[in-house]
């Protein structure tokens, strides 16, 4: 019986991953099997802050039920959950994609580049809603928010916050 055609096919460490209905797979470690495969989680909240969120813009949970602002490093009450998934005015409903792969065309608004650098770690920035891709230093924290795998797609993931120079990542 031959396999059916690949869902999706990803680049890491130079060689091509193809992943099969069923998670068979060719070529890769299980763990970005896992990574590249899972479907992604959302949540539906208020945008409680006081400007309006921009398509990809890292949010954290707000101080009202449903509610979300935008994260940043100098807190550990703004965590990042993941990022918007479309324009949210102040005051209206977004929705926020918590896992999975995330495209954008144009990453400018959310890391100050076009571009992703692919297979590179991003971390929550110490500026509300946007990320890096330099990991911060002491005394800010450290979160990693995703992982890029082309310059266009960041596999959201994000971590537990850590205080830079303390280990726990």
């Not at 994609?97 to 590179?120: P, V």
């Amino acid at each position: 019986v031959p396999l059916p055609l690949p869902q999706n096919i990803f680049r890491f460490d130079d060689r091509e991953t193809f992943v099969y209905p069923g998670n068979v797979q060719i070529g890769t470690v299980a763990l970005y099997q896992f990574l590249y495969t899972m479907p992604p989680d959302f949540a539906v909240g208020e945008n409680v802050t006081a400007a309006d969120f921009i398509k990809g813009q890292v949010v954290a949970k707000g101080p009202a039920p449903y509610g979300y602002v935008l994260a940043a490093n100098a807190s550990m009450v703004t965590q990042a959950i993941g990022l918007c998934t479309e324009v949210g005015g102040v005051g209206f409903g977004v929705n926020i994609q918590l896992s999975g792969e995330f495209c954008l065309n144009d990453w400018t608004a959310i890391t100050g580049t076009a571009l992703l650098a692919t297979r590179t770690t991003y971390y929550l920035s110490s500026t509300p809603g946007m990320l890096t891709a330099v990991a911060p230093v002491a005394p800010a924290i450290v979160q990693k928010v995703g992982y890029s795998i082309s310059p266009n797609v960041l596999v959201i993931n994000p971590s537990f916050f850590s205080v830079a120079g303390g280990g726990g990542l």
